[in-house]
């Protein structure tokens, strides 16, 4: 399976924004959900977003609802998050995934057990 890479992490403070990238690869086509997770320190790993590689079906958390936003350049085969309005509790590693082929399931898929692809993780730092 081709690896998927992260980019974009970094260390800002409460209220600033970080942009997330992963580069996809063939999957962009592939009728998968391709997600972004984060898992903090001592906590599970969670979902932030989903989004279907075939048609308009995304998962947000509720957590980050408002400010998070999911997005699939399928030209560039990128997988992005972009994230407005941070604060101290979005601090966590975060990982790209992408799901087993699902071809028209409509309700994106939120456990981390349902994705079999993963990147090496991106850590994301917000101060107060």
């Known amino acids: 399976q081709a690896p998927l890479v992260e980019t974009g992490g970094g260390s800002v403070q409460s209220g600033g924004s970080l942009t997330l990238s992963c580069v996809t690869f063939?999957?962009?086509?592939?009728?998968?959900?391709l997600g972004w997770f984060r898992q903090a320190p001592g906590k599970e790993r969670e979902a932030v977003a989903t989004?279907?590689?075939?048609?308009?079906?995304?998962y947000i958390a509720d957590s980050v609802k408002g400010r998070f936003t999911i997005s699939q350049d399928k030209t560039k085969n990128t997988l992005s998050l972009e994230m407005n309005d941070l604060r101290p509790e979005d601090t966590a590693m975060y990982y790209c995934?992408?799901?087993?082929?699902?071809?028209?399931?409509?309700?994106?898929?939120?456990?981390?057990?349902?994705?079999?692809?993963w990147g090496q993780g991106t850590q994301v730092t917000v101060s107060s």
């Open positions: 995934a992408v799901s087993r082929p699902m071809g028209s399931v409509r309700t994106p898929p939120t456990k981390a057990s349902e994705y079999t692809g």
């Open positions: 063939q999957y962009t086509y592939t009728h998968r959900y």
């Open positions: 989004i279907h590689t075939g048609f308009p079906s995304k």
